[in-house]
């Protein structure tokens, strides 16, 4: 019985060893950027979300996967425009609907290596109880102490039922017509074992 155990702990020692399995990610150091803006751009905001929580699935020294839940009630404005204005407006039933749906969800289902040392990403992204199949690329910046994934990716809010002054409303005013296109810049931090 006594070589059982031992045996059992030599093979967990291996796999965490070979970084099997999920790593959590460190939420306080982890960062969602947003960026938003009217059609053409004249008018800007950005800010942050942060994670709620996240685990990166590891398979040897490889990402293989991850799944990540993000805090809707996080959402900051950081431009110094109308800011309360501005995120009470971006909690409203108009963008987010953070009352009914506090968290946004991605989770990634397929990684693919990419041109120049990137990965190629196919993720299911939840927003409003609405997920949407999304691509985008990723790279990998591993450090001593902790390594960063990094992404960055525009998605069309209306794929996810966020029409508010959309382009595609008739009747908009041209002057008042919010871009479509959201920007992020994700940035994962994590610790290998």
Not at 87 to 106: M, Y
Request: hydrophobic fraction near 40%.
């Amino acid at each position: 019985m006594k070589k059982i155990i031992i045996l059992l702990v030599s093979i967990g020692t291996i796999s965490l060893a070979q970084g099997q399995g999920n790593i959590k990610i460190d939420t306080a150091k982890s960062m969602i950027k947003w960026r938003g803006s009217n059609l053409f751009k004249f008018n800007q905001h950005y800010g942050t979300v942060k994670f709620l929580s996240g685990e990166i699935s590891m398979n040897g020294s490889s990402i293989s996967g991850g799944k990540f839940v993000v805090d809707m009630n996080s959402i900051m404005n950081t431009d110094g425009k109308y800011n309360e204005m501005l995120v009470s407006h971006l909690k409203h039933r108009d963008f987010f609907d953070v009352e009914k749906h506090q968290t946004a969800k991605l989770e990634i289902s397929q990684i693919k290596p990419g041109d120049n040392g990137q990965m190629e990403i196919d993720a299911l992204l939840t927003i409003k109880g609405i997920s949407k199949p999304i691509k985008f690329s990723s790279t990998i910046e591993k450090g001593p102490r902790e390594t960063l994934f990094k992404s960055k990716f525009i998605i069309d809010r209306t794929r996810w039922g966020i029409r508010y002054e959309s382009k595609g409303i008739v009747g908009s005013v041209k002057e008042g017509i919010i871009s479509d296109a959201i920007e992020f810049e994700v940035i994962v931090v994590f610790r290998l074992c």
